[in-house]
């Protein structure tokens, strides 16, 4: 009886070690590609493709703020705002980080810290694994 229940505990051991290929979850950065030294607020879109969803939006900058509503599981809008230059703006939680490639932000407006409207022209935010 007691090889019986070692032969048990082995094979749930085994089991369990082996269950590692499953999803990841994490996070993956959100950066900000551009020259531009005055930039205050991006309003932006991020959707995913199934099976990814967006679990949570988070700053990813220092004195950064970031306000949202979530459309759907696999879309949230939202504006970051603050003293933003390139480099990660916004860190996005996601289930499993080797889905990054079904992530896609797109930009719909910009502002300069005066709240000048810019034309998105030279300003580039692309998702990335977090470094």
Do not use: H
Request: net charge negative.
């Amino acid at each position: 009886m007691k090889r019986v229940r070692m032969v048990g505990a082995m094979l749930v051991a085994g089991s369990l070690l082996s269950c590692s290929d499953g999803p990841t979850a994490g996070e993956l950065d959100i950066v900000l590609e551009t020259s531009r030294t005055d930039l205050g607020a991006i309003q932006f879109t991020v959707r995913s493709a199934e099976p990814a969803t967006i679990e949570s939006l988070t700053a990813g900058c220092s004195g950064c703020a970031v306000f949202q509503g979530r459309v759907a599981a696999a879309e949230v809008r939202g504006i970051v705002t603050g003293d933003l230059s390139a480099g990660t703006v916004l860190r996005m939680m996601v289930p499993d980080v080797a889905l990054a490639a079904a992530y896609a932000i797109t930009i719909q407006e910009a502002a300069t810290r005066t709240f000048d409207a810019l034309p998105s022209t030279g300003i580039t935010l692309r998702i990335s694994p977090a470094q």
